[in-house]
């Protein structure tokens, strides 16, 4: 079946500076992948999704590159404020019919932003 | 916009009860979602469905329960609680069989007793 594989359960970093939250994906079909972000206490909400290969796709500072040669789809971000500490969940969707309404979500990955 | 409400936010519970979640949204969705969030586990999926009447089982179903009678709401049965359990639902809807995006509820957070 598919899986999605976040490696960092926490990352803490002084604002300003970048990050990357590592994301990789197993899929026997074609994948479309996603990242949810969800604040404190809040509903998780969509940030970015892709399913073109090798084609950045950007959203509130936060960028993404899908590339398939190594099932990767990380985020980053170049410079961190305080209200992107959040946690960060990265899904997959693969294109066969019939899983078409189903995601994979990977564990998540918990961005705190340091004065 | 739209909005998804579940309701309770908090439920507590005993050991062996049974317990139910319920979740409206008034997107006009048709396929709605219910997922349990684990600390360090991520999202995973208990009951989908596509429309009304309609029900699918997700990874996680064993243990639950779901009903769909009308398309703005969904429901979900935890038939057997598990003592000391704690863990947050969350409903979801979107569009079938595209790839829009998931539109969440706040959740609701489960203990029990």
């Known amino acids: 079946g598919d899986s999605v594989t976040q490696t960092e359960g926490l990352v803490t970093l002084t604002k300003g500076l970048p990050v990357m939250l590592n994301c990789t994906y197993q899929t026997t079909y074609s994948p479309f992948l996603f990242w949810y972000v969800q604040h404190l206490n809040e509903a998780p909400k969509l940030l970015l999704k892709s399913s073109t290969d090798n084609k950045r796709t950007e959203h509130q500072g936060f960028y993404a590159t899908l590339h398939k040669s190594s099932s990767s789809f990380h985020l980053q971000k170049s410079s961190v404020q305080l209200s992107d500490s959040a946690l960060y969940f990265c899904a997959l969707r693969n294109m066969l019919s019939g899983s078409f309404n189903k995601l994979t979500f990977g564990a998540g990955t918990r961005l705190a932003v340091c004065p | 916009g739209g909005i998804i409400t579940q309701t309770p936010k908090f439920l507590i519970g005993q050991e062996g009860q049974k317990l139910t979640l319920k979740c409206q949204q008034n997107f006009n969705h048709d396929t709605m979602y219910w997922y349990r969030q684990d600390s360090g586990k991520g999202l995973r999926l208990i009951y989908y469905?596509?429309?009304?009447?309609?029900?699918q089982k997700g990874d996680l179903s064993e243990g639950y329960d779901a009903s769909r009678e009308k398309k703005s709401s969904f429901s979900l049965t935890v038939t057997s609680a598990q003592k000391n359990e704690m863990a947050v639902f969350l409903c979801a809807s979107s569009i079938p069989f595209s790839n829009e995006r998931l539109f969440f509820g706040h959740g609701t957070k489960l203990s029990v007793l």
């Open positions: 469905s596509i429309t009304e009447n309609d029900l």
